[in-house]
Structure formats: structure tokens, C-alpha cells
């Protein structure tokens, strides 16, 4: 379904090149993808693109070339929202776009409590200003309180463990750290009810953590397989 709906706004570089060859294997600018558990190479390979997309704080541009020959422009952002284009993407151009602001940690549960309101506004400075790791611990302090307040399947608490996973794919520092986060985020939506297009991107990012987690520490990505596999029926 489209998201970005001001297009110019999305950098004009870099465009990645997603190749789904005819066997059914995948590349990323001729990087081969390996299959997450239980996902195709079409989904994997975008599970790739949306960390790239976290790691720059903004939705990106790619070229998706199927088998048949055709090439589908796309710009997908991190969590995941995938928005083709009528036609090619335009040709670089110098552009500058602020990251995107961490979503908000709350949902559609009322006002957070103004006893809260200091360290969300914390949360919110420290990323604006690129401080990301004082946001993360920012978040956890809100998510901690949220949590022994109003108990951490209440969606106030829901949306800063969500925000702390968020910022643990920009950090780019423990990806064992983002995929438990993405988990535990992923299973406390599930136990909550939430079985909507946010806990999908939860459980879909946990995926793409996981894959970069297996290019730098193998055994710890062995070590959370089990726990992947029980959210992968959240990805769809």
C-alpha cells in the first residue's frame, strides 16, 4: 500500500538494485541475499532494504528486476512500506532530507500522562538532535515506567518498547540486541490483540536484524532461531 506521498522528499540516491533470479535466489547490488526462516527471497531481500532504509533515518529508492526481465521502481521505507512509482526514478540530483523523527511512543489510547510527558520530550530532543543512544535509554525509562504503571500490554507501554526497538536499528551497534527487542516487541503485540500492520513491520524487522545479526555473530543468530520462528506467522 503507498505511504510516501511526497515523493520529492525521498533522496534521489543511492538506488538499490533487488535482482530475483529465475531459480528464485536474490541480490542486493549483487550482494546475494540468504532467505530469512521462512521467507521468500522477494521478502528477504526487502527485509534487507528496510534496515538500510533504519540505517539512514529515511525511506529509499530501489529497482526491483524479476526474472521476466521487467524492473518495478519502488522507494520502501523502514518499517517496511513499500510505495512503487508510475515510472523510473528521476535522475540524481543533490538533495538534503532530515532523518525521519522516531515514531511516537503511544497509540490510540488517550493522552500519555503528564507525569510522563518529561521523558517522552526527552526521547524525542535527544533523536532530533542525533543523539540516538540518549533516546534509547530515554525510551527505556518510559517504557519501564509505562510498563509498572499500566502494565507492558497496554499500548501506551506497547509504543515506547516500540520505539526503543526502532532506535536499536539506527543504533547499528548490538543487532542481538535489536532482534530480542523486535521479538519481545513483536510477542507482547501478539499477546495484546494487536495483530495489525504495525505488529507485521515489528515482526519483519526482527527478520532483518536477525539477517545481519548472522553476518557478524553466527552463533548468536543460531541461539535466537527458535524464538524467530514463533513470530514468523506475524509477517503475513
Not at 520502501?76 to 523523527?101: I, N, Q, S, W, Y
Request: hydrophobic share 45%; glycine share 6%; charged share 20%.
Amino acid at each position: 500500500m503507498p505511504v510516501v506521498t511526497d515523493l520529492d522528499s525521498v533522496p534521489l540516491t543511492p538506488v538499490y538494485t533487488i535482482v530475483i533470479s529465475a531459480t528464485g535466489e536474490a541480490t542486493v547490488d549483487g550482494e546475494q541475499v540468504e532467505n530469512l526462516p521462512g521467507q521468500d527471497a522477494r521478502t528477504s531481500a526487502l527485509a534487507d532494504i528496510r534496515v538500510r532504509a533504519a540505517r539512514r533515518g529515511h525511506p529509499v529508492r530501489i529497482n526491483a528486476k524479476e526474472p521476466d526481465g521487467s524492473v518495478w521502481p519502488l522507494i520502501v521505507d523502514h518499517d517496511g512500506a513499500v510505495t512503487p512509482l508510475d515510472g523510473p526514478h528521476p535522475v540524481p540530483a543533490p538533495a538534503v532530507v532530515p532523518p525521519t523523527p522516531a515514531p511516537a511512543p503511544t497509540e490510540q489510547a488517550g493522552p500519555l500522562a503528564p507525569h510522563h510527558a518529561a521523558v517522552l520530550a526527552r526521547v524525542v530532543a535527544a533523536e532530533l538532535r542525533g543523539d540516538l543512544a540518549g533516546a534509547a535509554v530515554a525510551a527505556e525509562e518510559l517504557e519501564t515506567a509505562l510498563s509498572a504503571e499500566l502494565g507492558p500490554l497496554h499500548p501506551h507501554a506497547l509504543g515506547a518498547l516500540g520505539t526503543r526497538a526502532w532506535l536499536s536499528l539506527l543504533l547499528r551497534d548490538d543487532w542481538a540486541a535489536a532482534t530480542r527487542l523486535h521479538l519481545l516487541t513483536a510477542e507482547r503485540r501478539r499477546q495484546a490483540g494487536a495483530r495489525d500492520v504495525e505488529t507485521r513491520r515489528v515482526a519483519r524487522n526482527a527478520h532483518a536484524a536477525w539477517a545481519l545479526l548472522r553476518t557478524t555473530d553466527p552463533a548468536a543468530a543460531e541461539a535466537l532461531r527458535p524464538e524467530l520462528g514463533r513470530v514468523a506467522h506475524l509477517t503475513t
